[in-house]
């Protein structure tokens, strides 16, 4: 399996609005959700994931968010 390495931003506010304005900056809002675990909100410039989805290729996700590190699949 490949491994992909991203950097991101944690979201300081959630919602519809918020999430609106992040895509028409060219913004991808995400979450990353783990069972037991607090749902982390964040973000990610389109065209890192144009690379992800756009594959038929797995990999394993290094999401770093601001100095803390996740691994995503």
């Known amino acids: 399996m490949k491994t992909f390495q991203i950097k991101g931003s944690l979201r300081e506010?959630?919602?519809?609005?918020?999430?609106?304005?992040?895509?028409?900056?060219?913004?991808?809002?995400?979450?990353?959700?783990?069972?037991?675990?607090?749902?982390?909100?964040?973000?990610?410039?389109?065209n890192i994931f144009l690379k992800l989805v756009f594959t038929s290729e797995v990999f394993l996700i290094k999401l770093d968010l601001e100095g803390q590190q996740y691994d995503a699949v």
Do not use: A, W
């Not at 918020?18 to 973000?43: A, T, W």
């Open 13 to 46: 506010e959630t919602g519809k609005k918020n999430s609106k304005k992040l895509r028409q900056s060219d913004f991808v809002p995400c979450v990353m959700s783990s069972s037991g675990e607090k749902n982390i909100h964040f973000y990610i410039h389109k």
